[in-house]
């Protein structure tokens, strides 16, 4: 039965499956553990959305947060105290697969404040507070991919910290963080620091990227708008991963592999499918390749071991995906300008969630101590 699960052909494929959710249940019941075991779960991924779910539903949160409020905790260092808890423990659980593979998996992620995303400094300052704490060689912190975010990416990899760029829309703006990525390798070459530890992964969002695109086509009544729903995501992943094969040619980044520096792997993140007339696993086959990641929600992941397909896919239909920007511009739909509305939304979509949750904890705060 083990050999039959497709999550597991996926690893030797060349692409690691990471879980798009962690909850402190998921640990302490063995849930994590078995995945990590049966389905080959190499890491996980989390953001403020992720633990305002968690945190408002679990159970297992009500004795932590009543001991916490009783040592005068407010809200916020409730939030933090309990993130850093299950992120931890989660590293500890990854930190076999990690030392197995050599650090090439078994990250386990956290996002600095989304209330910082515009704010270089804030952001490399809570960063690198967030790694000194957590002190495990597999955490990830997650850096948005604005413009702020960019010379903090390059500040924190020159520093050695492990980055997990994240809201990543459009390949412009990835081969920018590529950029900010190379430019810290190399600024910590020439300051004599090693290289091999430093780990980081690009995440590029995609679900997000056909819900409006889809819905500007539907706006219009053209009958080449029907014809191109549901393509812009897939298509701009598989041109960032020829981005990505354009950087490994070249001499710069051979440079820095030569003195042990590990690859910065593409992420497929928001991969489950909102649209209920595609397939649940849209963007899951299509995008199938080496040296990637593709972390899913649980739903989409019981639903790849059901009956998911691996075939390595990812470059397929390269052709129609490099004409695909050029056909939506001739309707008025500009992709970087979808990327920029996309980034916008993706930052209040973390920063929502965050606030709610400490609204939600200082109230439970408040009643717990009665």
């Excluded at 030797?12 to 302490?28: A, C, H, P």
């Amino acid at each position: 039965m083990m050999a039959a699960n497709p999550l597991l052909r996926l690893r030797e494929i060349g692409q690691s499956v990471w879980l798009d959710y962690i909850q402190r249940n998921l640990i302490e019941n063995g849930e994590l553990e078995r995945m990590i075991r049966e389905d080959g779960l190499a890491g996980v991924t989390s953001n403020p959305a992720i633990f305002e779910k968690a945190m408002s539903s679990g159970p297992e949160y009500t004795a932590p947060v009543r001991e916490l409020a009783r040592r005068g905790l407010p809200a916020a260092a409730l939030i933090e105290t309990l993130t850093l808890e299950d992120i931890g423990l989660a590293a500890d659980l990854f930190r076999p697969l990690y030392e197995a593979t050599q650090g090439d998996d078994g990250f386990v992620s956290i996002e600095v404040s989304p209330h910082l995303a515009r704010d270089t400094g804030a952001t490399i300052a809570e960063a690198q507070r967030l790694w000194a704490t957590l002190g495990r060689p597999n955490v990830m912190i997650k850096v948005p991919a604005t413009r702020a975010g960019l010379p903090a990416i390059r500040a924190l990899i020159a520093a050695g910290v492990n980055v997990n760029i994240t809201l990543l829309f459009s390949v412009a703006r990835y081969r920018e963080v590529a950029a900010a990525w190379l430019a810290g390798l190399e600024d910590r070459a020439r300051a004599g620091a090693p290289l091999g530890h430093v780990a980081s992964v690009a995440s590029f969002f995609l679900s997000r990227i056909d819900t409006l695109v889809d819905k500007r086509l539907d706006q219009l009544a053209a009958g080449e708008a029907r014809a191109l729903r549901g393509l812009a995501a897939v298509a701009s992943a598989r041109l960032a991963y020829q981005a990505y094969k354009s950087i490994e040619a070249q001499t710069r980044w051979q440079a820095l592999a030569r003195h042990g520096a590990r690859a910065q792997r593409l992420l497929w993140a928001s991969t489950g499918t909102k649209d209920p007339a595609y397939s649940d696993l849209m963007y899951v086959e299509p995008l199938i390749g080496r040296e990637t990641v593709n972390t899913l929600t649980p739903e989409t992941l019981a639903a790849y071991r059901d009956h998911g397909d691996p075939a390595a896919r990812l470059e397929d239909d390269i052709g129609a995906a490099r004409a695909l920007p050029a056909a939506l511009r001739t309707l008025g739909i500009d992709l970087d300008e979808v990327a920029r509305q996309l980034e916008e939304e993706g930052i209040r979509k973390f920063v929502e969630p965050y606030d709610k949750l400490l609204a939600t904890l200082e109230q439970r705060r408040r009643e717990l101590l009665g």
